[in-house]
């Protein structure tokens, strides 16, 4: 299997030397990742510059690594460019939490549609951080075991995976689709100018069975996802209701 590695904290986050360590159990693996943190860049791809990679500055114990000066969707077209179409793509592991409604706008998952669309398997993972690491050698045998439940599945393409900090089972569940409160905190920056801080707030509680509620109960979460949007449900409503002639 010829996996490729890739992330949205950049090529210098220890989330993803965990995961590509951890994918060396499954095949060949290759890293090609943001030289940059790309943090909530979403699907941005770059399209008014050429893209450039480099080696990697980063040793990760003979695995080929090469950083770019472009989003995480943009390594995942360059990597498969590079590397002739690799199995499937491997997102993370992202230090923070792609929960609920931070799907829409996570480089983290971004890289996994990226490779669904090039006819690739992608898989995001993503872990909670505080004002520590998180435990990526106490999450080892969590991650193993998910990737290779999803490994052998070959009709999940696209899938979003949370691990809690300290896990103790696993869950599929679906995505937690909850309303948020606009929050701004404004500041001033060291010459006195002022800036703003764009956050949200949860308005609603995590329901039973969902990815965040999953993870707020210390399960791991896998949450089958797919690239079509279409509401089926209102697209028949909005044919009966309103036909075109």
Same mark, same amino acid.
């Given at each position: 299997?010829?996996? %490729? ?11 993803? /030397?965990?995961?590509?360590?951890? &994918? ?30 480099? !080696?990697?500055?980063?040793?990760? @114990?003979?695995?080929?690594? +090469?950083?770019?000066? $472009?989003?995480? /969707? ?8 590079? +590397? ?11 230090? $923070? ?6 799907? =829409? ?5 971004? &890289? ?9 398997? $992608?898989? /995001? ?9 998180? @435990?990526?050698? $106490? ?8 990737? @290779? ?6 009709? %999940? ?8 900090? !300290?896990?103790?089972?696993?869950? =599929? ?20 100018? !002022?800036?703003? =801080? ?7 509680? &995590? ?5 965040? +509620? &999953? ?7 896998? #949450?089958? %996802?797919?690239?079509?949007? #279409?509401?089926? /449900? ?12």
């Amino acid at each position: 299997m010829k996996i %490729l590695v890739t992330n949205d904290d950049g090529i210098y986050s220890p989330g993803i /030397a965990a995961l590509a360590k951890i &994918a060396t159990r499954f095949g060949e693996v290759k890293i090609v990742a943001p030289d940059v943190e790309q943090s909530s860049m979403g699907h941005a791809i770059t399209a008014s510059r050429p893209l450039s990679y480099k !080696k990697s500055p980063v040793s990760f @114990d003979g695995i080929d690594a +090469w950083r770019v000066n $472009g989003t995480p /969707a943009d390594c995942v077209a360059l990597g498969q460019h590079l +590397w002739d179409k690799p199995d499937v793509v491997l997102s993370g592991i992202n230090m $923070g939490p792609n929960l609920g409604n931070a799907m =829409w706008h996570s480089g983290t998952l971004a &890289a996994a549609k990226q490779a669904v669309l090039f006819g690739m398997k $992608g898989i /995001a993972l993503s872990t909670p951080v505080g004002d520590i690491e998180p @435990d990526f050698e $106490g999450l080892d045998p969590f991650i193993e075991k998910t990737l @290779d439940l999803l490994f052998k599945n070959p009709h %999940l393409n696209l899938i979003n995976v949370n691990f809690p900090r !300290k896990p103790k089972g696993v869950r =599929w569940t679906r995505q937690s689709v909850r309303l948020y409160d606009n929050k701004i905190e404004p500041g001033l920056d060291p010459m006195g100018r !002022k800036h703003y =801080w764009f956050t949200v707030i949860p308005l609603e509680p &995590a329901e039973e069975g969902s990815d965040r +509620w &999953a993870v707020e109960n210390d399960f791991v979460s896998i #949450t089958p %996802l797919r690239l079509d949007l #279409t509401n089926e /449900a209102e697209l028949v409503k909005a044919q009966l209701a309103y036909p075109i002639a």
